[in-house]
């Protein structure tokens, strides 16, 4: 047909075209076929990471979320500019407190750091309010997007600033966040930790507890960090499925922050969904000459500007002679095909820990986040199954984290 002219069209055949033009709603002309170009696929899904760690940059002195930046020149991986580039929509912002001492005076320590955080996530909403809005329910995702606008939910790594009691979880809800870990890196009052010394032997009373007011209060339960026998004893407990924020598989490299195989079909079975991290996908070299970058990168947030610039020169300039990683997109890709694989479509997400380590050759930063896409619709998968990778499972799990709070 499309090479006919009207004027080639045999007369008899004419008339009787005319009249069931005649017939069809003048309002509903036929709709365009959607391009399956990637980059067109990837704008179409609602792209959500589930840890940006973006928030241990934003008391920085100088520092705008607003601005275009890269990884050389500011040693960030997010900016709002590099959302809008990558197609990302939004995620969960994290408020993130190193595991300290587990006594009093650490307590008090944490908890004025995790508030310090926190407040400067509601100080980037209010300032950044036509580029980013808080979401607080799974249905706010869409409605944010169809905005233009980023979409921020808020969680929280590692519980301990809340000291012994839980009661502090109820004022993070009040205060819009809507997931949570119990651990970091070292075993805490809730958790064993995944890099921990098994402490407890899986949760703590304290983290049994922690478990029934997340369950009550409806907010996803996030086991990336803790051990195994604490991220099992947290799925056997808890009425929701249990997610993995960021983490990976030891199939691909053999790290006690990642699952076998067996856990993550434990954690599919419940419901849950794994993240493919970008960090722990191969060795880290932490080298004589990394370290104390790192040092002075844990604390940007108290670095002048001069000496942030300093510091991302004097990081740019190590690259040149090593790397912090040996990861590349391709083992990235391959790390999400293995979830994908083992687990299924309904149980494999993204969580890169960008801002908080993340970031590997080819998948710089947000603004790569279209390769993901090109590379799953290239494997075969659909563009259904990319929006499940990119957002739709984890909104599927906050709807039953909802659903269940609702019914109590
Ligand atoms: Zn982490």
Same mark, same amino acid.
């Given at each position: 047909?499309?090479?006919?002219?009207?004027? &080639?069209?045999?007369?008899?055949?004419?008339?009787?075209?005319?009249?069931?033009? *005649?017939?069809?709603?003048?309002?509903?002309?036929?709709?365009?076929?959607?391009? @399956?170009?990637?980059?067109?696929?990837?704008?179409?899904?609602?792209?959500?990471?589930?840890?940006?760690?973006?928030?241990?940059?934003? @008391?920085?002195?100088?520092?705008?979320?607003?601005?275009?930046q890269t990884f050389a020149s500011h040693l960030t991986h997010v900016d709002i500019p590099r959302m809008r580039e990558g197609g990302l929509d939004g995620g969960f912002f994290?408020?993130?407190? $190193?595991?300290?001492?587990?006594?009093?005076?650490?307590?008090?320590?944490?908890?004025?750091?995790?508030?310090?955080?926190? !407040?400067?996530?509601?100080?980037?909403?209010?300032?950044?309010?036509?580029?980013?809005?808080?979401?607080?329910?799974?249905?706010?995702?869409?409605?944010?997007?169809?905005?233009?606008?980023?979409?921020?939910?808020?969680?929280?790594? @590692?519980?301990?600033?809340?000291?012994? $009691?839980?009661?502090?979880?109820?004022?993070?809800?009040?205060?819009?966040?809507?997931?949570?870990g119990p651990v970091h890196s070292r075993d805490n009052q809730f958790a064993d930790s995944a890099t921990g010394q098994n402490r407890w032997g899986g949760l703590s009373?304290?983290?049994?507890?922690?478990?029934?007011?997340?369950?009550?209060?409806?907010?996803?339960i996030d086991g990336s960090h803790s051990s195994d026998a604490a991220l099992r004893e947290m799925m056997a407990l808890s009425s929701t499925p249990v997610i993995l924020s960021h983490s990976g598989f030891k199939a691909i490299?053999?790290?006690?922050? @990642?699952?076998?195989?067996?856990? *993550?079909?434990?954690? !599919?079975?419940?419901?849950?969904?794994?993240?493919?991290?970008?960090?722990f996908l191969s060795r880290f070299n932490n080298s004589a000459a990394r370290a104390p970058l790192y040092d002075q990168f844990d604390d940007i947030e108290h670095l002048t500007p001069e000496q942030q610039r300093r510091l991302a020169a004097d990081w740019a300039s190590l690259d040149r002679t090593e790397r912090v990683n040996e990861g590349d997109f391709d083992l990235f890709m391959r790390a999400?095909?293995?979830?994908?694989?083992?687990?299924?479509?309904?149980?494999?997400?993204?969580?890169?820990?960008?801002?908080?380590?993340?970031?590997?050759?080819?998948?710089?930063?947000?603004? &790569?986040?279209p390769r993901i896409t090109a590379a799953l619709l290239a494997r075969g998968y659909s563009e259904e199954d990319v929006g499940k990778i990119w957002s739709g499972n984890i909104l599927r799990v906050m709807r039953q984290v909802e659903a269940t709070a609702a019914r109590r």
């Open positions: 047909m499309t090479r006919l002219t009207r004027h &080639a069209l045999p007369a008899l055949i004419l008339p009787a075209l005319l009249t069931m033009a *005649a017939c069809a709603p003048a309002t509903s002309p036929a709709p365009t076929p959607l391009s @399956n170009d990637p980059a067109a696929v990837h704008e179409r899904v609602l792209a959500l990471d589930t840890h940006l760690d973006t928030p241990m940059h934003f @008391n920085r002195p100088g520092w705008s979320i607003a601005e275009r994290v408020v993130y407190t $190193s595991q300290g001492p587990v006594d009093a005076a650490g307590y008090a320590a944490a908890a004025r750091h995790a508030e310090s955080r926190l !407040a400067s996530v509601e100080r980037i909403l209010r300032e950044q309010r036509e580029a980013m809005t808080l979401a607080t329910r799974a249905d706010d995702a869409a409605r944010i997007a169809a905005t233009g606008r980023r979409i921020s939910y808020i969680s929280i790594e @590692n519980s301990y600033p809340l000291g012994e $009691s839980v009661a502090g979880l109820a004022d993070w809800y009040a205060r819009g966040v809507r997931m949570a009373p304290l983290g049994r507890q922690w478990v029934a007011e997340m369950n009550r209060l409806g907010m996803v490299f053999d790290h006690r922050r @990642n699952v076998d195989d067996a856990l *993550a079909r434990e954690v !599919a079975a419940q419901g849950g969904v794994i993240h493919i991290n970008s960090v999400l095909f293995h979830c994908l694989e083992v687990v299924g479509v309904d149980h494999c997400g993204i969580g890169a820990d960008w801002d908080g380590g993340g970031g590997v050759a080819g998948l710089d930063d947000v603004a &790569a986040l």
